[in-house]
Structure formats: C-alpha cells, structure tokens
C-alpha cells in the first residue's frame, strides 16, 4: 500500500505539471481572465472557503466583474461565477452538461448514498421522475397543517420558558438555530415519511442528534492541506479515493458515517412498512409512500432500487430539514436586527388570523399565505439575503462557451461578450455573490430591504433564473432542488407563529453573529465559534392587545 501510495504521488505530481502547462498554452483557457493572485501550491479558495460568507465574493465581485478566475491548489485554478446570463446557461440551458465534480460525487455517495444528491444524467433524470410525484403544488399544500402543527408546538414551548422568566418583562434568551433545527426536523419526518422524531421534545432520537451540524463539522473552515489533498485526490482513481473517505480515520468525516449507518437500517424499515401498506391499498400522503407509489408503478428498468430509495430519505434528512432550519433561523434574526419591519409583518399576520377566525376556519389556506404580501417579501428578502447554500461547484463535461450579461475585460486588454472554456473545467457558483449582484436587484442589493419585492422591478427584470424568485438560493434547472416548495411552507408557518406570538430583540451578542461557511452557511458568534452553530435572540411574547 505504502509503495502504491508513494507511486500515485509521484503520477499526481507529473501530472499536475502537465495539466499546468496544458491549460497554459492550450487553444482554449481561461488564464487571461481577471482574478485576485494567489500562491501556485494554494491558490486562493483556501481564504475563499475560510472565511465568512460574503466576506471575499462581495470584494472580488465589486473589484473585478461577475466572473472571476480563482486561483486553486497545484495551479488548478476554478472560474467564480455570479454573472445571469453564465449560470442561466450552466444550470439550465445546457441541460445536464455541467454536472458536480467527480470528487463531490464520490464524497456524496460514501456519505449519503446514491440519491438525487449524488446522480447524474440519466441517472438523476430517472430518480426525479420518481421522487418528485410527492412534492407538486398540491401534495406539499396538504403538508400545511403539519407545519402549523409543530410551529404552534414550537410556540407553546416558548411561552412555558417566558413564562418561567425571573425578569421583570419576562423575556428569555434562547438559541434560535437549535430551535429552527429540532423543529424542522420533526416537521420533515412527519412530511416526508411520516415519522415522529420528537425532536422538540428533547428526546434523545438517535436520528435527530445524529444529524444535528453534521455539514459544519465536516466541512467548515478547511485548511490549505485538506484542500491541497482534495486536489490530489481529483487525480487518483476513483476507487482509492472512496476507501480513503469511506475508511480512514478522518476527525471530519467520523459524524458523517455515523449517520449515514444510522438511517441505514431505519430506512429499509420505512421503505418496507410503504411497500407493504401499498399493496394494502392504505392510502398515506407523506411523501415516502407517495415516492414508493410511484415507484411500484414506474417502468421495471427505470425502478429505484431499495438502496436508492434509502438514499433519498437520507438526503432529506441531512440536507433538507438543516437548509430550511437556518433560513427561519436568518430570517428572525433579520426581523429581531428591523423591529420594524417585524412590527409591520406581526400586524399584518394578526389581521389575516382574524379574518380567518371570522370565517370559522383554524388553519390558514394556501390562498391565505399566498395573500399575505409582507410576509412573502420578507421570506424572498431573507432567502436573497442569506442564501442556505452560498456555492455550489460544478464542472463542464465538454468544450462549451458562457454567455455574459456583462462584458470581461482580459488581462491582455481584450474585451469579450462571451468565455470560451475547456472540458474539465471547474466552476464554483457564487449563490451568495448572484444574489447581490447590483444590476438585478439595485444600488441597495446589500441592505436588507423587503419592499424591493413591492417595487415593478423586483428582481424579476433581465435573465430568469432559478427555482423561486429570480433567486438562485434553490439552485436552478434540472438539478435544483425539488423541494422549494415545502421550504417556503414551512417558512410561513413558523413565522406566522413566532411572529404573531413573539417579539425578537437582539442581544449584546447580535453584532458579532457571522455567516461561517460550510456547504450550508451555519450562523455563529465570533468568539465562540468552538461552540459551534448558535444565534441567540431576546424573546418576549406578545398578546393581542399589544396590537
């Protein structure tokens, strides 16, 4: 093994000098594009991945244009990309041509399985066929009442710890992020595969503490020599890169495989109690069973396997429950840091209770939520604002050419309307970057300010990209994520309840919140980043007459 080892680095070596002085000279590269310098051995994504969200893309963006050559480890430099038009034609244009990176497949199969996260092609188009009958416009409608039902738990819980409160106004300081995240959790098990976690509850389900910061462990804060090693590893086979993640004793990873064997044996359970209720003809709307459904009717060559189909209830559970957690999380914390903005959503979600009790009816419709202005501009704001996922790499699968909504000047003075680039090359998406980019969303894209959303051009002007709102925060195309809808749901229960029940104020640790990057932006306090995710928030209830 030693000798092999020893071989490979040798091979990684000269053939990183090769790729070098390939892309150097060859007829197709990306060398001339404008981009902060950076070391040949780590380049500058090290600082890009280390730092706080924003902290570096907002810079580069504002210094040299919407696409940006980004210098990587060993001289294997990625394209940044914010500009429309770009990732208009990289996610959905070009179909299935800019797939994830081999690297990110593999970590995404030894880690979670191969679900919709992991597939590609054909492969990805066959899985969504099946996964996505559950997760329409009506079926995630029928998910209302879970929502409200844990949200108004969610309330209950905080009214028993306020009402304990020794001070005077009785308020408390809780951890918002911990909050978001357990409830959540328990909203997506019953959802998904109608399964009680009792997260809320603070029992100790194995599945929901399993869960919990997983990303962050894993993937926060990288050193130069964990990403020197990741580009070496992009250059050995397949085969021994997956032992390495699969087997050895990486600190990062141990939380991760955990996990993953955790579900393991819990998921066929579920799949198996789907199958056989199926053929009971029970019927069941979660979307577990609607997905086993679908599945039991699908082609035989086009079937999910067992395994695949444990992979999807994996991918929820890990990705799904954490991004929506830390938008509700963000989205408090916005409305605690704008008390009047919040005063102003707070009023409005207490006129449309009314209206709902005069009507005889204790469950908001869809019509209700979709009627509610203010709290819409103020998720779509939250969601532009703090983007859950604020990259996301990719890799052309062919020679292939970026159409640019602005112009790039090259470092040789040369102006282009439109890149050329090579098969191989790497592109990381700048969500967080896009979703300020001042010619869609105005001369204030870096102030937090819902009533763009009221204004005629609300981001919805030039390109159209992504899932919902011209934002990129769902990712956008064949591969974005399919469940944007139950995301948004989920963001208007729990914010009607707390909202209309609470009052968020800021502590004296608001202003040092930041956005530690992850592959999920995690809020944390600096000082205290040891301790991981946390945003604490002063909670106060509020009752009707306050009105």
Request: charged content about 25%.
């Amino acid at each position: 093994m030693l000798t092999y080892i020893i071989s490979s680095l040798v091979a990684v070596i000269v053939l990183t000098l090769f790729r070098i002085l390939y892309r150097r000279y060859a007829s197709i590269s990306i060398s001339k594009v404008p981009g902060p310098s950076g070391t040949w051995l780590f380049g500058r994504v090290t600082d890009l991945l280390r730092a706080d969200v924003g902290e570096l893309q907002f810079e580069w963006q504002q210094q040299y244009g919407p696409v940006i050559q980004l210098k990587g480890p060993l001289g294997d430099d990625f394209l940044l990309i914010s500009d429309p038009k770009a990732l208009q034609y990289i996610y959905q244009t070009s179909g299935y041509r800019f797939p994830k990176p081999p690297l990110t497949r593999i970590f995404l199969e030894v880690l979670s399985g191969k679900g919709l996260f992991w597939a590609a092609g054909e492969n990805h188009r066959r899985q969504r066929k099946v996964v996505i009958p559950g997760l329409g416009v009506s079926e995630t409608r029928a998910f209302t009442p879970i929502f409200f039902r844990t949200a108004a738990k969610m309330t209950s819980l905080w009214r028993d710890l306020v009402a304990e409160s020794p001070l005077e106004d009785q308020s408390t300081i809780m951890d918002i992020s911990s909050w978001a995240s357990r409830a959540t959790l328990d909203a997506i098990g019953e959802a998904v595969f109608d399964y009680q976690f009792d997260a809320l509850d603070n029992s100790d389900n194995p599945l929901s503490n399993g869960f919990r910061n997983t990303f962050n462990d894993a993937f926060s804060k990288p050193t130069n020599i964990y990403l020197l090693a990741m580009t070496i590893f992009r250059m050995m086979p397949k085969w021994f890169v997956r032992m390495i993640i699969r087997d050895f004793p990486i600190s990062k990873l141990q939380r991760w495989r955990k996990a993953k064997d955790m579900t393991e044996d819990v998921a066929r359970n579920f799949i198996r109690e789907k199958a056989a209720a199926l053929l009971e003809n029970k019927r069941s709307r979660d979307i577990m069973s609607l997905a086993v459904k679908a599945n039991a009717s699908t082609d035989a060559k086009t079937k999910l396997t067992d395994i695949e189909l444990v992979a999807q209830l994996r991918n929820v559970i890990a990705a799904g429950h954490e991004t929506t957690a830390n938008s509700i999380t963000w989205t408090l914390y916005e409305m605690a840091c704008h008390p009047g903005y919040q005063e102003t959503l707070r009023k409005e979600i207490h006129a449309k209770e009314l209206e709902m009790r005069q009507r005889g009816d204790d469950v908001m419709t869809a019509q209700d939520l979709e009627s509610m202005q203010f709290l819409n501009a103020v998720i779509k704001e939250s969601l532009r604002f703090h983007p859950a996922v604020p990259i996301i790499n990719r890799i052309s699968t062919t020679d292939d050419v970026l159409p640019l909504s602005v112009p790039i000047a090259l470092t040789t003075g040369e102006v282009i309307n439109e890149l050329p680039i090579p098969k191989g090359q790497k592109i990381v998406a700048s969500i967080a970057s896009y979703n300020r980019f001042k010619p869609i969303w105005g001369e204030d894209a870096h102030m937090f300010n819902p009533y763009r959303w009221f204004r005629p051009d609300d981001g919805t002007k030039g390109t159209t990209l992504g899932m919902y709102a011209n934002l990129m925060t769902f990712s956008a195309g064949l591969q974005g994520c399919i469940g944007w809808r139950i995301a948004i749901l989920e963001l208007q229960a729990f914010l009607i309840e707390l909202i209309g029940n609470f009052e968020l104020t800021v502590t004296p640790k608001s202003d040092k919140v930041r956005r530690q990057a992850s592959v999920i932006m995690y809020p944390v306090v600096e000082g205290e980043r040891e301790k991981g995710t946390q945003l604490p928030l002063t909670v106060r209830a509020v009752s009707r007459e306050e009105e």
